[in-house]
């Protein structure tokens, strides 16, 4: 735990939920890390300390840039596929996974002032609605520590009609659960595997609080679906996979969906990135058990991740990475093929409509290589000094051409390779701002421009 200045308490110091009096200290319920502070101390995730004898949270509204990406980024195969989300990630995280995807944001140590933007819980419904955006995604960094924005900005959201996606690791208390309950429609979970050494040496939290809060979920309503990062030599054996399948078919279901995702080399852990192989087999192991549905993630190939009709075998939704198109299910949501109801919850309300441009000018433009890049995604970087504008996105050598908006206020989107046979994505802008790109290395990572070393300037 960390001491820090009175002097430097700012105005995004507000009074937090979940702790109690513990004697000289305090002691946060939110996470079951429960933290005991003594004034003048921040928690482990750094973004939540005791003032003057009151637990605060210190990143009300703090975030890294809106982003405007897929369903499908946040590991969600069954709820409206293709949708399009606007992914808020906050800054500090209960856990310090050794291989963690986005360590220049969730460790606060490591954060740079040019990645955090501030957002009020209106903001973020009128970036929504200004961009024609039906589902905000609390994401990246885990939300659990931005607890008191995420409860504010979801309430707002199902007042104005926005469904809410919740991707965590969920290390939370069952208290805080309850609550998110009450305001988020999908849950997206990372079971970081099934070994309580492996979760306590290499993401410094424990499993069984996580099954406990899953198995929560699923007793309720809500959407759930679960990803386990495959990591080299950490859980890749099929141990953790086989263990994994067998605990959702006995405590959630065969019904809920395994999301298999390959991980990349990143901070403290270096090992090579999962193979395709790797995660093939373990998707053997996992339908072997009896789960219905096993995806891969961060595979860009053919016929890995596709929904098919468990009565006739029918491809009801393909998949090509993040590309999506819902090809055999019927306004009921039933086969077309054969009448089976299928798992997809409001299959067509993800199809976004096409915008036509007539009168399309360009202004500035960039073309981006996949192959030279060896990525299959990225973010567009608009500069955020900017009013509304029009993007033309073409493929090539062979693809539609699309149009897409981005208003005042946002500054970034994502862009995925569709097809195996895509080799160049041109973007062009039809107004005069810089335009840039930032390699998206898997698809829960959020791209920083200058990571480099610590600023508290935020957080105080
Ligand atoms: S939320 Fe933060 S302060 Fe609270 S127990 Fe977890 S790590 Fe500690």
Excluded at 321 to 345: H, M, Q
């Amino acid at each position: 735990m960390t001491d820090f200045k009175a002097e430097n308490w700012r105005s995004n110091s507000r009074p937090a939920n979940y702790w109690h009096n513990a004697g000289e200290k305090i002691q946060c319920d939110l996470c079951p890390r429960h933290c005991e502070l003594k004034p003048g101390q921040k928690g482990f995730c750094q973004v939540r300390g005791n003032v003057e004898g009151e637990m605060h949270t210190f990143n009300y509204g703090i975030s890294v840039q809106a982003t405007i990406e897929n369903i499908e980024t946040e590991a969600v195969n069954h709820y409206r596929p293709g949708s399009k989300i606007l992914s808020m990630g906050n800054v500090g995280c209960m856990m310090a996974c050794s291989y963690c995807q986005n360590w220049q944001t969730s460790q606060v140590k490591f954060l740079n002032d040019k990645n955090v933007h501030h957002y009020t819980p209106q903001d973020v419904i009128d970036l929504a609605i200004e961009n024609g955006i039906e589902i905000i995604s609390w994401t990246y960094n885990d939300p659990v520590v931005w607890q008191e924005f995420v409860v504010d900005t979801s309430r707002l959201a199902h007042a104005n009609g926005i469904k809410t996606l919740y991707k965590s690791a969920l290390y939370i208390e069952e208290e805080p659960l309850k609550e998110l309950i009450e305001v988020i429609d999908i849950f997206s979970v990372s079971l970081k595997g099934m070994d309580p050494e492996m979760y306590k040496k290499q993401t410094k939290g424990e499993l069984q609080p996580v099954l406990d809060r899953i198995k929560l979920i699923g007793q309720t309503d809500r959407h759930l679906e679960i990803s386990q990062l495959v990591v080299t030599d950490l859980n890749d054996d099929g141990e953790d996979a086989a263990k994994t399948a067998i605990w959702m078919k006995e405590n959630l279901g065969t019904h809920i969906p395994l999301h298999l995702v390959a991980y990349h080399p990143a901070f403290r852990y270096t090992k090579e990135r999962t193979s395709i192989e790797t995660l093939l087999k373990l998707r053997e192991i996992v339908l072997e058990i009896g789960l219905e549905y096993c995806y891969l993630g961060n595979v860009y190939a053919d016929n890995v991740s596709n929904t098919n009709c468990k009565s006739c075998n029918e491809k009801l939704v393909q998949r090509f990475g993040l590309s999506v198109e819902v090809k055999a299910i019927d306004n009921n949501g039933n086969c077309s093929n054969c009448g089976t109801k299928t798992p997809i919850i409001e299959p067509k309300m993800g199809v976004s409509k096409k915008i036509e441009v007539p009168n399309f000018q360009p202004k500035r433009s960039l073309t981006f290589d996949w192959k030279k890049e060896a990525v299959n995604s990225l973010h567009i970087i608009v500069d955020d000094k900017h009013k509304d504008a029009f993007l033309r996105i073409e493929r090539l050598p062979v693809g539609e051409v699309e149009f897409l908006k981005i208003t005042a206020g946002l500054e970034r989107l994502i862009l995925s390779k569709s097809n195996a046979q895509e080799l160049l994505l041109s973007v062009q802008i039809d107004i005069d701002v810089e335009l840039d790109f930032l390699p998206v290395l898997d698809r829960a990572h959020f791209p920083v421009k200058n990571a480099s070393t610590s600023s508290d300037k935020y957080l105080n």
